[in-house]
């Protein structure tokens, strides 16, 4: 064709004839390939889009059965796509989604060859069936193979992202979605194959680390990843799940299994990681509990580093916490706030504890300062919010700084797109940028929900733009009669001065914040957001400055010492809402 830079495979609409049981479409170009199966009845309406560049080949279908529909049954629309790229060194990312009958669906998918990448998203609906996976390989030489997976039965899968990254030395897998119900399977594996990739190969050699999690009822807001690379092999399952599950990991010889022994909601943090060829695993829970559940019940069948989250309500309780594990509400009553009803041998006790919130803002790229921070935010007692500059990560940075971070303790918030100023465009404008910055965190993390706008200038387009896009949390200005959505306010600077270069800026010294926040302890206030940026934290050499870092962590210090609880935002939301 003349025009090689831009070729349209237009699906534009496909209104399958009523004699008409299924349609194949294939699409193969230098950037990737894929093949899609449309099953469907009678009236029973497919539409599809298929773009290809010279660095990109990315498709979209969606699917409706009309009320009026002469099929005289409900729930049998078939879907099935399975999308590949491949570099010339043989790195292959792939995606595969099969949908059986369901009342209806949409779907898109892109892929690109620089690095190898291929993603995609839907919704399914009422259906009988989903399965779904995203996979990196080497069909050239050795390397690392590592795949994410789902399979869920009898109802709904809603916001599901999935992405693969092959490159040298490196296999990348993510999945996540918002809500599954029905009968909900995922898995998290990584292998070391010996030689080029075959099917017969990745069944024959072990599993390095692999986590598995079986649910039944609801689950929500799940992430699970797989990052092998020269620097390690780090897996990871996040989720919310309402109702009965069991969740597995394992690395090397080490293994973990937790179950839901008690309740019936939960929060399910599930790692297996090996680093310097050393393996280990994690496996946490939150049991979120209401005044009809027994405190010591919880506390009796937690593992140490569990969270026993207590709802607003009146406990006339005791509870002795003889174990690493935290006990924590917010307004909560009756006896179990008396001095001595909860005895505290090994735990924590957060229970109207004041709550501190550590916004670190501009990450971009790894240093020094960012390094330093996610090591002692690991080691340390608290928590962080980081805030990504969506436009300027490069993925490199993004997957060392996933390998780097607890996720139990760091979230990913998003610093606007291009860290423009938001306050003042109009909400269609801020709606493009803040949702273009979404998609690429969710794809290169997962699905941010909280936004933090640069420079704190937001104004009520900005909070309807993220109340329309699904973010529950805002750190920025305080906007007067905002509704639905949670504000947190920075209310101590660690910054001073802002009219020098940044390797210049100063921060305050620990007698400084220990004023500040002195005042705030004394204070009614119930929380408080401290706010600094990482990057200054490194001098004109490209150094740590040491004894600013020093000051900080003292700092930390001190606040652990007193009653006050670290979180993210979004644990914030979740906890307390």
């Not at 497919?46 to 049954?73: D, F, H, Q, Y």
């Not at 001595?340 to 919130?357: H, L």
């Not at 918030?413 to 690429?440: C, R, V, W």
């Amino acid at each position: 064709m003349k025009n090689k830079s831009l070729i349209y495979f237009m699906i534009a609409a496909i209104f399958l004839l009523p004699t008409v049981n299924c349609v194949t479409v294939s699409v193969k170009t230098s950037v990737g390939a894929f093949g899609e199966h449309l099953g469907s009845s009678i009236d029973d309406q497919i539409t599809g889009n298929t773009v290809v560049t010279k660095a990109t080949l990315s498709n979209a279908v969606w699917a409706l059965r009309p009320t009026n529909s002469k099929s005289s049954s409900t729930g049998n629309l078939n879907f099935a796509n399975f999308a590949s790229a491949t570099d010339n060194t043989g790195n292959e990312a792939m995606t595969y989604v099969s949908i059986s009958n369901a009342n209806s669906y949409d779907y898109a998918y892109g892929t690109s060859n620089s690095p190898s990448a291929a993603a995609e998203a839907f919704n399914a609906y009422g259906a009988s069936a989903v399965a779904a996976y995203a996979k990196a390989i080497n069909v050239q030489t050795a390397g690392p193979a590592v795949y994410v997976t789902l399979s869920q039965k009898n109802g709904d899968v809603v916001g599901y992202n999935n992405l693969a990254i092959a490159a040298d030395n490196l296999g990348y897998a993510f999945q996540s979605f918002d809500s599954a119900t029905g009968t909900i399977y995922s898995d998290s594996v990584a292998r070391s194959l010996p030689s080029k990739y075959t099917p017969a190969l990745e069944t024959s050699t072990p599993m390095e680390a692999y986590i598995t999690n079986r649910a039944a009822g609801t689950v929500t807001n799940y992430e699970g990843a797989v990052v092998k690379s020269s620097l390690g092999t780090s897996l990871e399952q996040n989720a919310g799940v309402q109702g009965t599950f069991t969740s597995t990991s394992v690395a090397g010889t080490n293994s973990i299994t937790r179950t839901s022994d008690y309740g019936t909601t939960y929060d399910l943090d599930m790692q297996a990681n090996i680093a310097n060829s050393v393996p280990s695993v994690k496996g946490t829970l939150t049991y979120y509990m209401d005044p009809t559940l027994n405190i010591q019940r919880a506390v009796d069948k937690s593992k140490s580093g569990d969270l026993i989250n207590l709802a607003a309500g009146t406990y006339n309780q005791n509870a002795n916490i003889g174990k690493s594990v935290t006990v924590r509400g917010q307004g909560v009553t009756g006896s179990i706030t008396d001095e001595g009803a909860i005895t505290n041998s090994g735990g924590k006790n957060y229970v109207n504890s004041k709550e501190v919130f550590v916004r670190a803002d501009d990450f971009y790229k790894m240093n020094p300062g960012w390094t330093w921070l996610t090591d002692i935010t690991n080691s340390k007692d608290f928590s962080a919010t980081y805030a990504v500059i969506p436009y300027w990560l490069t993925w490199s940075n993004a997957i060392q700084l996933a390998q780097l971070m607890d996720k139990s303790k760091v979230e990913i918030a998003t610093h606007g797109y291009n860290h423009e100023k938001f306050a003042g465009l109009s909400y269609q404008d801020q709606y493009n940028l803040i949702n273009k910055g979404t998609n690429l965190l969710t794809i290169k993390f997962y699905r941010p929900r909280t936004f933090i706008p640069p420079t704190g200038a937001d104004d009520q387009n900005t909070i309807d733009a993220c109340n329309a896009l699904g973010y529950h949390s805002i750190s920025g200005n305080y906007v007067s009669g905002a509704q639905g959505i949670a504000q947190f306010v920075p209310g101590l600077y660690w910054e001073t001065d802002w009219s020098v270069p940044e390797s210049q800026v100063p921060h305050y010294t620990f007698d400084e914040f220990k004023h500040d926040f002195d005042s705030f302890y004394s204070s009614s206030n119930q929380r408080l957001t401290v706010l600094l940026h990482p990057n200054t934290y490194v001098d004109a050499n490209g150094n740590l400055k040491t004894d600013d870092a020093n000051a900080f962590e003292q700092s930390i210090d001190y606040m652990n010492g007193k009653n006050v609880e670290f979180m993210t935002m979004d644990q914030a939301y979740r906890w307390d809402k």
